[in-house]
């Protein structure tokens, strides 16, 4: 979960499973920017990323927005579609975990452009983990942030799973896209922050896939939590 602050409005990108919904909210406010949290942009609709936007929306005049694939997920609380059914079978949530609906407030699609006070946040088109998985690259003039979810992490790793809508091929034609893109930070949904250089991060992922062999993949045999 990232807080992006531009100054006269921010936003929070993903917003974990809401399990913990009081420590997320006491963590945006000690950033000082829960009072001009503005958006809500999420990445997929994978319970770990999308499952505490309700908890954030209530009560506060933020917009969620997040693909037309999450939006209907999130919008029912959709337990098979997200895997969140399978998942708490397994025991990766608690057995009484329940995947809360949120409305998706507006619907986005590669290539739209948000102003976030300052910050200037640019959508970007990346299934491949998952069905309309999107990443979101903010700009603050100076600097690029590319906010990938679950789609590359850092040494150019992915998450490919045994979910139904999971799928290397249009992993490897995302990962072409995005090593197009001028990217100083990489910061993924999970483990390492690339804070130099994130470009480099994306053509190895990119170069692996070229290859046509799949990049290293973050999940290994003795994790118990999918992405």
Same mark, same amino acid.
């Given at each position: 979960?990232?807080?992006?602050?531009?100054?006269?409005?921010?936003?929070?990108?993903?917003?974990?499973?809401?399990?913990?919904?009081?420590?997320?909210?006491?963590?945006?406010?000690?950033?000082?920017?829960?009072?001009?949290?503005?958006?809500?942009?999420?990445?997929?609709?994978?319970?770990?990323?999308?499952?505490?936007?309700?908890?954030?929306?209530?009560?506060?005049?933020?917009?969620?927005?997040?693909?037309?694939?999450?939006?209907?997920?999130?919008?029912?609380?959709?337990?098979?579609?997200?895997?969140?059914?399978?998942?708490?079978?397994?025991?990766?949530?608690?057995?009484?975990?329940?995947?809360?609906?949120?409305?998706?407030?507006?619907?986005?699609?590669?290539?739209?452009?948000?102003?976030?006070?300052?910050?200037?946040?640019?959508?970007?088109?990346? !299934? %491949? /983990?998952? $069905?309309?998985? *999107?990443?979101?690259?903010?700009? &603050?003039?100076? #600097?690029? @942030?590319?906010?990938?979810?679950?789609?590359?992490?850092?040494?150019?790793?992915?998450?490919?799973?045994?979910?139904?809508?999971?799928?290397?091929?249009?992993?490897?034609?995302?990962?072409?896209?995005?090593?197009?893109?001028?990217?100083?930070?990489?910061? !993924? %949904? /999970?483990? $390492?922050?690339? *804070?130099?250089?994130?470009?480099? &991060?994306?053509? #190895?992922? @990119?170069?692996?896939?070229?290859?046509?062999?799949?990049?290293?993949?973050?999940?290994?045999?003795?994790?118990?939590?999918?992405?």
């Amino acid at each position: 979960m990232y807080v992006a602050d531009g100054g006269s409005g921010a936003a929070l990108i993903d917003c974990g499973t809401g399990l913990a919904a009081e420590r997320l909210l006491e963590g945006i406010e000690a950033t000082g920017c829960l009072d001009r949290l503005s958006h809500v942009l999420v990445t997929h609709y994978h319970a770990d990323h999308a499952g505490g936007a309700a908890g954030v929306r209530a009560g506060r005049d933020v917009r969620v927005l997040a693909s037309a694939e999450t939006a209907a997920a999130l919008g029912a609380g959709d337990e098979d579609r997200t895997q969140v059914a399978v998942a708490r079978a397994a025991g990766v949530y608690p057995a009484d975990y329940r995947y809360p609906a949120c409305r998706v407030d507006e619907v986005v699609a590669d290539g739209a452009r948000h102003e976030v006070g300052e910050l200037s946040v640019t959508v970007h088109a990346s !299934p %491949g /983990h998952c $069905d309309g998985h *999107l990443c979101f690259l903010v700009d &603050d003039g100076d #600097r690029r @942030a590319l906010c990938t979810g679950d789609a590359i992490f850092s040494g150019g790793r992915v998450s490919i799973q045994p979910i139904p809508d999971c799928s290397p091929y249009l992993y490897a034609r995302t990962s072409q896209r995005l090593a197009e893109l001028p990217v100083d930070m990489l910061l !993924p %949904g /999970h483990l $390492d922050l690339v *804070l130099t250089n994130g470009s480099a &991060d994306l053509a #190895r992922a @990119a170069e692996s896939f070229r290859r046509l062999i799949p990049p290293p993949n973050i999940l290994k045999a003795d994790d118990a939590e999918p992405g």
